[in-house]
């Protein structure tokens, strides 16, 4: 084998996966374009909560909203839920989550985790119907308790993240707006 398919194999290889700190507190995201759900962890990674639901801004300010979630809650990672298709496959919206993560981890960092999140909401909403609550009252917490899903899917299952992608954008995550 040439030095070019050596080089070109090294850089098709996965990154290898984050490790989370097994011990603390870890926060969970369900990203959204205009709202964010967000959960946390007891710091025995047994149990998801729900915290908030967040309406997203710009940049900035989502930044440092999140900065203060993590201070508050003293976070030692991070839980992102990955929109994967019903079929396996990635699409566009998970390229733009698994940039969010990139910029997330780059400017806070923390450890970062990708889970599939496939039938979050689905689950969500199958919460709320048990707890029965009217329908007018299901979309506020609907983020936070996805959240709780990618979040507790995690705790229950931490050995089946989803690997990091090799490159992750073709601009540096800073540029990324994330104000949808």
């Known amino acids: ?27 969970g995201l369900d990203f959204g374009t205009k709202r964010m759900g967000v959960a946390v962890s007891n710091s025995d990674q ?27 809650y003293r976070a030692v990672g991070v839980v992102l839920g990955l929109p994967i298709r019903t079929n396996g496959e990635e699409g566009t919206a998970a390229a733009v989550v698994r940039q969010f993560g990139v910029w997330v981890a780059e400017k806070t960092k923390l450890p970062l985790v990708y889970v599939d999140e496939r039938y979050s909401s689905a689950e969500a909403e199958l919460l709320i119907w048990r707890r029965g609550e009217s329908p007018s009252k299901r979309k506020q ?40």
């Open 1 to 27: 084998m040439n030095n070019q398919s050596d080089s070109t194999n090294r850089l098709a290889k996965p990154m290898p996966p984050v490790m989370l700190p097994t011990q603390g507190v870890l926060l």
């Open 141 to 180: 917490p609907l983020d936070s308790l996805a959240a709780i899903v990618i979040l507790q899917s995690y705790l229950d299952a931490p050995d089946r993240i989803i690997p990091l992608p090799v490159v992750a954008a073709n601009r540096p995550a800073s540029d990324i707006n994330h104000s949808g």
């Open 46 to 72: 047994t149990v998801a909560v729900p915290v908030e639901t967040w309406l997203v801004r710009e940049p900035a300010q989502n930044l440092k909203h999140l900065r203060e979630l993590i201070e508050d």
